[in-house]
């Protein structure tokens, strides 16, 4: 049997690294397009004209700093809160604002979905397709492939899959869903654990496995390995052959 060359931690961490800045670079590109695209400033304006149109009705000032709030008097403080909460009030039983802001964030999640997809599949998919060995322009760089647990060459099928289910959905998408909804007000503890419960299953699954096997590599049954140095073979067929034929040359080896 051959021997497994594990791809040295210090190049992989160095390829992911590059890797994430590739696709931060192509996701906010992709993000400014389908926010053009899909008119995401236009309901965020409407929104923002409802707020400074209940901001005059109730006499508040957005401009107002701590400071000057701090000056007011206890009445005026009382005044100014009651107004605050009026406005509050109001703003919550707008149906015009419910909508639009139901809007945003629908137009927000799509957004952040389809970027980050399409990222994924060009870097992540596309790229390592055309570079063959399961590499993306960081592992090409760093001399680091991925190959199935078995030593053979990943099909595009496996390769989606790794990309699709592994990295893009459960590896990024989870917790970015978690951390949008937290902005929105929509999730806050069961946001932070999702977040802090899959940053430390990657982490242990990195740090503390024998092939330092990331969440996506576990589910793929996959294994970054040097590409200088490991025999990565087509097919189970070739792999079975040459099993044969080491097999073959050991034990007549052993009759000499």
Known sequence: MYDLQKANVWKR???????VILLFIATLGFALLLTSVLGFDGYMAQKDALDAQYMEEYGLDPTLTQEELDAFTDMEKESYQAAV????????????????????????????IFSILLSYLIFEFLVPLLFKNGQTLGKKIFGVAV???????????????????GKYTIGTMVPVFAVVLM????????????????????????????NHTPIHDKLAQTVAVDMASQMIFDSPEALL????????????????
């Open 183 to 210: 902005l929105f007000g929509k999730m806050s503890f069961l946001g932070v654990l999702i977040v802090g419960g899959l940053t430390l299953l990657q982490a242990i699954l990195f740090f503390g496995s024998r």
């Open 241 to 256: 052959e040459y099993k044969k034929r080491l097999h073959a040359e050991q034990a007549e080896t052993r009759e000499r």
């Open 13 to 19: 961490i160095s390829a992911a690294f590059l890797d």
């Open 85 to 112: 909460d009026a406005a509050n009030e109001a703003i919550r039983n707008d149906p015009e604002l419910s909508r639009l802001l139901g809007m945003i964030l629908s137009l927000a999640m799509v957004i952040v």
């Open 147 to 165: 190959m199935r647990v078995d030593g053979v060459r990943l099909t595009p099928f496996l390769l989606f899959a790794r990309t699709v289910l």
